[in-house]
């Protein structure tokens, strides 16, 4: 598979299962809160995902989902110490930084734009130097609408002009790539494994990148 770079300016890459790999949050969310959330309440680690689980559905694609915050308060747990524990299983997606590397030459206009809360982005730059590719680093949060809607776009837009159409956009939702391509971004992919430890959960429509080499 070929980039059209002759016909890109902007580059609009996602963090989490895009450029990092999936597992570390999965691990997180999946394994790590509910066995401390667990302990914490005297349940079995079964029973803390069956009271969990529902908590995740409700929120899934809004701010909250994506808020350290939300949770810290929902769960009564410091989720960002709780992260900070399991830090070491932060990684880059194979190749990931070569391709950053390309995206750098190939455009002046490379911009992270991430539902993850900024704590987090702060976490996953002190352990991957992501921060050393971009022009711009977005979290939804400070543009006050998730990736997933439409007024995420536009407030992008207004911070800084770009062509949606000379734009490129990289990500492993399928929801957000729906999102990107309403708004009329030229040139979406999407991540055929954006977990290296699990298969992909949800086919995808759109034309996915399998390895950045
Ligand atoms: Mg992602």
Request: hydrophobic content about 35%.
């Amino acid at each position: 598979m070929q980039i059209d770079w002759q016909n890109i300016d902007t580059v609009l890459l996602d963090m989490d299962g895009t450029l990092l790999d999936l597992h570390f949050d999965n691990y997180f969310w999946r394994e790590h809160v509910p066995g401390i959330w667990a302990q914490q309440n005297g349940w079995s680690v079964s029973e803390a995902k069956d009271r969990l689980y529902p908590k995740f559905i409700e929120t899934m694609g809004t701010l909250e989902w994506y808020c350290v915050d939300y949770w810290s308060e929902e769960l009564g747990l410091d989720i960002m110490q709780h992260k900070t524990e399991v830090a070491h299983k932060i990684a880059y997606r194979p190749r990931a930084q070569a391709f950053l590397e390309k995206c750098q030459n190939e455009s002046n206009d490379v911009r992270l734009i991430t539902n993850a809360h900024r704590k987090v982005l702060n976490l996953k730059i002190k352990h991957t130097q992501l921060d050393q590719y971009f022009d711009q680093m977005y979290c939804s949060h400070e543009l006050d609408y998730p990736k997933e809607q439409q007024q995420f776009w536009e407030n992008l837009q207004a911070l800084q002009a770009f062509d949606p159409a000379r734009s490129l956009f990289l990500d492993d939702s399928e929801s957000v790539l729906e999102a990107a391509e309403c708004y009329g971004i030229g040139h979406v992919y999407s991540i055929a494994q954006p977990d290296s430890q699990n298969k992909r959960s949800e086919p995808s429509r759109f034309r996915m990148i399998n390895e950045f080499a």
